[in-house]
């Protein structure tokens, strides 16, 4: 039988999955798409199985959520702080694929759940893709331009622990920790709980609320316990959020996303900037370690050994994994509850846990808040190496390994010359290397192919923000809509990332893909390359102001002014009267351009107001189509000025 063909197929159904999707149906909206998805429900980490009633969002309500469509407001009892319950983001998830409809067919219907894919190859100008359904059947399909979105949250890192064959209770990862009874087992009392980041301290405080006797096991061998931030008051969340957003708060990170201004030189390479950049980051550390008072708690939080849950490098460096706290009295609970022990397990013997120290810890069950392996084992060996995605090193060819480390000495030294810190990191504890780091471009192209794009690959604050930008680039790429760098070129950028990652998050950084402090800057640079601006302002005002959701809208208009649309497109919300309308700054921000005279359309009723693609390198000046006037800077600056004043009105009314 022969498989079926699609335009288009998503792996994963997940927040960046559905937004990828959504995207490029709103480009084509005849296309034939179709979203394969593992488990049972949509979304990821959100999805209906794994979410648990304790379980929180990260993020701040009102920032959590896609550009298009507002969430709901959630109950009282609900929230702590800004933060919000996730059964609440599975739920708008669920609302947002049924509303979102192109040529009168629902995302949902294009979604295909219980979908295990197995097996995913290129052959000829297509690739094929062959899975499991859930009954055990199996299925093959076809499609000419492919998505991945399986994310970095869906295979469980679960450790092989020695003597576990002979432990005889349950060992449950934190994914499937929503749907066991843990908690309301009256035969488990005693838990041990493995991890130092967010997931394991979730998982302690649950446990620990539900009245079990908890162990906290934190590796030897690793890189220490996490770092936890206060969630922010319901009053200070929205403003804490807008100010870490900002472009001049990025430009106090050693960012290779920031642009290479005197400003960044100033605060990167001269002593009066590295003063400057140390002492913000020393307060925030002070901050975090006068919340935790890992030092000055009671005796019984000592003997408890709470001081073991001390972070071991500052949090700039992001060496450890980090979260926000978002429990009532998470320290003090902790303090008072749990046994601490920062120590290797050498083995596990029957409802017994063997530390390498020689004590053992009774246990009746034992949480892995573990993190998470790779996703991609659905490519070949030989397909990991040509889309240049994680694999392990064991199995990277020589000549591959040898061409990249060329490249990545040659970057790290550009690396320290634009960034002198980077050179002098805290001491640390270095994770061993087993797997080759994500080789995308952007962190989403790969350098061999053009026909699939990888999404939602990266480690980000807001994937939300980040869903929605990664997916207007990856359209953009996939229909051929941005010029490329040459081959040669974008290796190096690739190269000089990988370089920069290492340098700038540590262990995290091995892997290729840590944006912790890169949320604004990387999305920048998305959108940049596609010359989409009405997310900026002029001057000034740019590194002023915050992150927001409003602008995604714009620039999806933008996109569809420049780059053209399938028939019916606008139909799915884009109104053409307001294509090329862009607010007053941003029109200013281009005819400041050189050039820029000849690129802007007069006409009212013209598809474009504003072009920065290079198709023209004339300088002259354009006679306006209405009057046969020469369009001269000082009528655009008019003409400007009166489309902003009807813009700001059509906003007011």
Not at 5 to 28: C, E, P
Not at 119 to 144: C, D, H
Not at 492 to 509: H, Q
Not at 563 to 591: C, H, I, M
Request: hydrophobic share 35%; aromatic share 10%; net charge positive.
């Amino acid at each position: 039988m022969e498989p079926e063909r699609f335009d288009v197929a998503v792996v994963g159904a997940g927040i960046s999955g559905i937004a990828a999707a959504k995207f490029y149906l709103d480009v084509h909206p005849k296309c034939k798409l179709v979203i394969l998805e593992k488990d049972k429900s949509v979304g990821g980490v959100w999805n209906s199985e794994r979410v648990y009633d304790t379980f929180y969002t990260q993020s701040p309500f009102g920032t959590w959520e896609y550009s298009d469509m507002a969430m709901p407001n959630p109950p009282e009892n609900d929230m702590y702080e800004a933060s919000f319950k996730a059964k609440y983001t599975t739920q708008y998830l669920e609302s947002y694929i049924d509303r979102c409809v192109h040529a009168g067919k629902a995302l949902r219907e294009r979604i295909q759940c219980d979908f295990d894919v197995q097996k995913i190859v290129k052959e000829g100008n297509a690739w094929t893709i062959s899975g499991q359904t859930s009954p055990g059947n199996s299925m093959t399909l076809r499609t000419s331009k492919l998505i991945v979105a399986s994310g970095l949250t869906s295979t469980p890192n679960l450790p092989i622990l020695p003597g576990q064959e002979t432990f005889g209770n349950p060992i449950i990862h934190q994914k499937d920790f929503g749907r066991s009874n843990i908690l309301s087992s009256p035969v488990v009392q005693r838990i041990v709980v493995l991890g130092a980041a967010k997931s394991a301290a979730d998982l302690v405080y649950d446990c620990v609320k539900a009245g079990k006797e908890v162990t906290w096991i934190i590796r030897r061998t690793g890189p220490g316990p996490g770092v936890f931030v206060p969630s922010p008051s319901r009053k200070s969340a929205s403003a804490s959020y807008s100010v870490g957003s900002l472009r001049l708060i990025a430009t106090l990170t050693p960012s290779l996303f920031n642009a290479d201004s005197w400003w960044n030189r100033f605060l990167q390479r001269s002593w009066i900037g590295k003063r400057i950049l140390t002492k913000v980051w020393n307060d925030l550390d002070k901050k975090i370690l006068t919340d935790g008072d890992f030092d000055g708690r009671s005796e019984e939080a000592r003997r408890n050994g709470f001081k073991k849950l001390k972070p071991h490098t500052p949090v700039i460096w992001q060496n450890q994994g980090a979260g926000l706290i978002n429990r009532p009295e998470f320290w003090d609970t902790v303090a008072k509850n749990v046994q601490v022990h920062h120590e290797d397990i050498k083995e596990l013997d029957k409802g017994v846990v063997r530390l390498g120290n020689g004590h053992e810890i009774p246990a009746d069950a034992i949480l892995c808040g573990t993190g998470w392996a790779h996703s991609l084992n659905f490519f070949d060996h030989d397909h990991l190496t040509k889309l240049g995605l994680p694999q392990p090193m064991s199995t990277y060819t020589s000549d591959q390994a040898e061409m990249w480390s060329t490249l990545e000495k040659d970057a790290d030294r550009e690396v320290l010359e634009r960034f002198p810190i980077l050179a002098n990191p805290p001491e640390h504890y270095r994770e061993r290397t087993t797997h080759t780091p994500y080789r995308l471009y952007n962190n989403i192209a790969p350098l061999l192919d053009n026909s699939i794009a990888v999404v939602g690959h990266v480690l980000i604050a807001n994937y939300f923000h980040l869903a929605e930008c990664q997916a207007i680039w990856a359209t953009a790429y996939l229909d051929g809509n941005i010029n490329l760098p040459a081959l040669e070129k974008r290796r190096k950028d690739v190269a000089l990332f990988v370089a920069w990652c290492r340098r700038r998050y540590l262990s995290n950084g091995d892997r290729g893909h840590w944006l912790a402090a890169e949320q604004r800057t990387y999305t920048d640079r998305l959108m940049d390359q596609l010359g989409l601006s009405s997310h900026r302002r002029f001057w000034l005002w740019d590194s002023f102001i915050p992150i927001n959701k409003k602008d995604l809208p714009r620039l999806r208009a933008e996109y569809i002014n420049k780059y053209g649309e399938d028939d019916e497109a606008t139909s799915q919300g884009v109104d053409k009267r307001s294509r090329g309308r862009l607010p007053f700054w941003n029109t200013l921000r281009q005819v400041a351009k050189p050039g820029s005279l000849s690129k802007l359309s007069h006409a009212q009723g013209s598809s474009r107001s504003i072009s920065t693609s290079s198709k023209s390198a004339q300088h002259s000046v354009s006679p306006s189509p209405v009057t046969g006037k020469p369009l001269t800077r000082s009528r655009i600056y008019a003409q400007a000025f009166c489309r902003s004043a009807r813009y700001f009105a059509k906003i007011a009314r």
